[in-house]
């Protein structure tokens, strides 16, 4: 069998298409590395299923979820103590068209308060009729609050507060403009309640 090649004794009796196979150990390193791979996969299995020590992946979303949901009512609940004392942006990255504010509004509210704050299902942002306070920061109350019952949607946690600020800046730039063939003024309080471009 030797034929003087020292390979030709770990030849295996088998062969495929004249191809033969030699009877090589593995090295040792890659049996150790199987080896550790098993003791590995034991201890865990202990670890988290047996003992039930750590968490599991979706405990582990769950509470980095709810860190997260932490982290945003406290930037949230700071921007809202600090409202009362908020100013419109004049920033044209923010408030120019294709600025900040103006794409957030025609991606959010322009269905219905129209891209040109028209109105729609929600009233005219353009005139001074306001039905929940013409000033900068009852438009910021309004869109943090929404008006659930009359179709206003709640924009708390949906937009963070950068976005709410941008939005509220972009439709304070609405006043005074006069787009074509708008939603007739809502009657219930006229404009102008605080401080705005109206008084
Ligand atoms: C699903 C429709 C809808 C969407 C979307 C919507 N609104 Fe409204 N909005 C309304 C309605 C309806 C009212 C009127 C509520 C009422 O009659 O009390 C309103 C009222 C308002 C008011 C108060 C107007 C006033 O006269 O006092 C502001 C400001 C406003 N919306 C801003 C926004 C902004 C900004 C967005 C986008 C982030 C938005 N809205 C998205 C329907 C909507």
Redesign the pocket.
């Given at each position: 069998m030797n034929n003087g090649n020292p390979d030709n004794a770990k030849l295996l009796e088998h062969e495929a298409d004249g191809i033969k196979e030699l009877d090589n150990l593995l090295p040792p390193w890659w049996v150790w590395l199987f080896n550790l791979t098993i003791i590995f996969s034991v201890i865990y299995m202990i670890y988290y299923h047996v003992a039930g020590a750590g968490d599991l992946q979706a405990a582990e979303y769950t509470k980095e979820w709810k860190r997260g949901e932490e982290i945003k009512s406290a930037s949230i609940a700071k921007f809202e103590s600090g409202i009362a004392t908020l100013t419109p942006s004049q920033d044209k990255e923010i408030i120019g068209t294709g600025g900040e504010g103006h794409r957030?509004?025609v991606t959010?509210?322009a269905?219905?308060?129209r891209p040109d704050g028209g109105g729609l299902?929600?009233?005219n942002?353009c005139d001074n009729y306001?039905?929940?306070?013409s000033n900068y920061v009852d438009?910021v109350k309004?869109?943090i609050n929404g008006?659930p019952a009359?179709?206003?949607?709640s924009?708390r946690g949906v937009?963070n507060p950068d976005q709410i600020k941008a939005?509220?800046s972009y439709?304070y730039t609405l006043r005074g403009t006069n787009p074509k063939n708008p939603k007739p003024a809502?009657n219930t309080v006229t404009a102008p309640t605080g401080p705005s471009a109206f008084e």
């Open positions: 957030l509004f959010y509210c269905p219905c308060h299902v929600g009233p942002l306001w039905i929940h306070g438009n309004t869109i008006v009359k179709g206003m949607l924009w937009l939005v509220s439709i809502e």
